[in-house]
DNA sequence: CTAGCTTCTGTTGTATACAAGAAGGCGAGG
DNA sequence: CCTCGCCTTCTTGTATACAACAGAAGCTAG
């Protein structure tokens, strides 16, 4: 789920993670320019591994490059979040119901010690330890489902949703985070009874009232411009 | 939907499209070998657009590139076609349920000639024109859908399963092709009474009974090899 | 005859040089 | 002061040269 080829491959394979990285993380903002020499500077190789990177993350939806303009950071627009909450909502429903089929497995052993340590962090109001929890918590469905096919498009998905950030925001609107735990405890019951649908609709629902928290938070403030440490 | 960057951009735009056209009409065969310089001499280019082709055509899923021993096409295997209907479905049924919350649009108009061309094949048994036909038929509900994301990942996911050969394969089952224009006909009623849901779900079993179908129709003969015109 | 090593060929990976175009600055003219 | 046009500069796009490695063929020794 972390990386797409083999590991270490090559000086290509360790550009594009670390850029992909760098661009999720908030490194590089919005609209900020990837220069191919500069790059190239940083990363202490030539333009050729660069160029097919920055290819590469394009494909991906992360980066925008403009012919013989320059290559920026893709910044979604607001229908494009839109556009991204509705697929994300089936395939993580997809996942869900996956998952339930399946029975006892690994992943449902992690989500269940998850879904502890998220309602510590809800007990204690702690937003900052709550959310890669429910971070984690969407992973382990979509990891839970053994569909690889599935984990590349969802990556793709995250990653151009720059999720983390999102989520965190939306975490913050008083409520919110008792009512996403149980909305996750919903879905964790019916995997473990095995209702598949019953899972698939529990997920949906989740993703949904987490659409729509994020839209509400987000509301004035169009998914901020330049970076911002 | 075709075309994934603007037109005539460049060579590489070019040759990217002529190869991913040329792998899913059966050109190049699973397995096949291609190699950077007999594409370049073929496309009059370098190998640099020729390889930075194949990189994007690698993130698509088309091609697996194996490092220092050459780029080839990829045929998905048995587990990954399930995995990839699993997706469609999903993706599928949420463009039925987009399109038909909108209402009368372009394609819901062209839908409704589709049908009527599906028809005349049908009652001619016709499967050389019926299967254009169904491929023209998913395409116009996902189109409808107005979700740029969601074409995308779509266009992927039909690519990778070389969609159309699979979907000519499996009408040629008796009586699958009458029992999928009824299917095609349920999903398009319910767009028009704006039934979103179930719209979906009639898309969604439609695209189940489709996967049926094909997974039945390649049992023995598991997506054969090499090159075959 | 066979096992193991060597070499050799073919492939991709990387670096670099050059070409073509876009964007912004700068000056001349109104 | 504003506007138009040129021109400079910076960017990416393409071609090519070289390096590194995989894989197979062939050779040698036992």
Not at 12 to 40: H, K, N, W
Not at 84 to 111: D, H, N, P, Y
Not at 138 to 156: E, S
């Amino acid at each position: 789920m972390t990386r797409t080829a083999d590991p270490a491959q090559g000086p290509r394979t360790r550009v594009v993670d670390e850029l992909r990285e760098a661009i999720i993380r908030g490194r590089y903002g919005p609209g900020d320019s990837l220069s191919e020499v500069v790059l190239a500077e940083i990363h202490g190789v030539s333009r050729t591994p660069i160029r097919e990177a920055l290819k590469q993350l394009q494909v991906e939806g992360l980066v925008e490059v403009r012919s013989r303009v320059g290559t920026f950071v893709r910044r979604p627009s607001r229908r494009e979040v839109v556009e991204l909450f509705q697929i994300k909502e089936m395939l993580e429903g997809l996942g869900a119901r996956l998952l339930a089929l399946r029975g006892e497995v690994a992943e449902t052993a992690l989500l269940r010690e998850n879904l502890l340590r998220s309602a510590h962090a809800a007990r204690d109001r702690d937003v900052e330890a709550y959310s890669p929890s429910v971070h984690e918590f969407h992973d382990l469905i979509v990891r839970g489902a053994d569909n690889t096919r599935l984990a590349h498009h969802y990556r793709q998905l995250t990653n151009q949703l720059a999720y983390p950030r999102l989520v965190t925001a939306s975490l913050r609107r008083p409520g919110r985070l008792e009512a996403s735990l149980g909305e996750q405890r919903a879905v964790f019951d019916r995997v473990v009874e095995k209702d598949g649908f019953g899972a698939e609709w529990a997920m949906r629902d989740h993703v949904r009232a987490l659409e729509r928290e994020v839209m509400m938070a987000t509301a004035a403030d169009p998914l901020r411009d330049r970076r911002d440490p």
